[in-house]
């Protein structure tokens, strides 16, 4: 079963570099145009989101699968002395992509449920400046691969990229920050999504019902209501990205 599954990833990994490398390339290009009717906020996550799935693509998908999967080929990438600076921006930039799903998904919540709040928050400035520091916070909080994994390449199918370091292997701060990582990414993430995901579409539903009661069973005139479409939009282009976005990372 093992090796079946390691045969079907040489044909997998290749047909989704070749699909998603220009996929995100062309997205990223007619998101920084903006003219896709969307906010400025919600534009600027768009894109975040959009640079971070691009550098997984490279960094992940391409530096470090594919030379795994064709380890014959690329056999001498196990010459190479970079490979705990390797996974430090691998896992630096999945975790700024998971973080900045959350951080799209706390913008929308705010936007839809919390009026008051919406024009502070929802602001094009705030975006930049929550962006920039969810970067700088994933960036500082991965550092300790760099000691942690050695330099080395393994180009083994099931095990690490990495060689792990005998300090490391043997010792409980390994096992401490190895649980630490998969608990903030993406346990901490999913829970917050799925929460905040919950309040807004409750939030909705329940604001087109109070909607629907005022205007009536057949609306106004039977003219079709273009608040409850644009809420409806909402919740799905909340989940699409979000759930959707947070999964395929993860």
């Not at 993406?186 to 929460?195: A, H, K, R, T």
């Amino acid at each position: 079963m093992l090796w079946t599954l390691f045969d079907i990833q040489k044909y997998y990994y290749p047909i989704l570099a070749f699909i998603g490398l220009p996929v995100n390339v062309i997205t990223l290009v007619i998101l920084s145009r903006g003219k896709c009717g969307l906010s400025s906020c919600v534009n600027h996550y768009l894109i975040a989101m959009s640079v971070t799935d691009l550098l997984i693509i490279i960094v992940d998908l391409i530096m470090r699968r594919l030379p795994i999967v064709f380890s014959t080929q690329f056999h001498f990438v196990t010459k190479l002395k970079v490979c705990n600076i390797h996974a430090v921006l691998l896992y630096g930039v999945t975790d700024c992509s998971v973080w900045f799903t959350v951080a799209f998904t706390i913008d929308r919540y705010v936007a839809i449920c919390c009026s008051k709040l919406k024009a502070k928050y929802c602001t094009k400035k705030k975006a930049a400046v929550i962006i920039t520091a969810v970067t700088a916070i994933c960036c500082l909080k991965n550092i300790f691969w760099y000691f942690i994994l050695g330099d080395g390449y393994t180009l083994l199918p099931y095990s690490w990229f990495c060689y792990i370091t005998n300090r490391a292997f043997y010792t409980p701060f390994w096992s401490t920050i190895q649980s630490l990582h998969h608990v903030l990414t993406p346990g901490v993430p999913f829970f917050l999504i799925l929460l905040l995901n919950s309040l807004t579409v409750r939030n909705i539903l329940v604001a087109n019902r109070a909607r629907q009661r005022i205007r009536g069973p057949n609306g106004v005139g039977g003219q079709k209501d273009l608040e409850l479409e644009s809420r409806k939009n909402s919740i799905i282009l909340l989940f699409v990205i979000s759930e959707i976005h947070l999964y395929a990372v993860s």
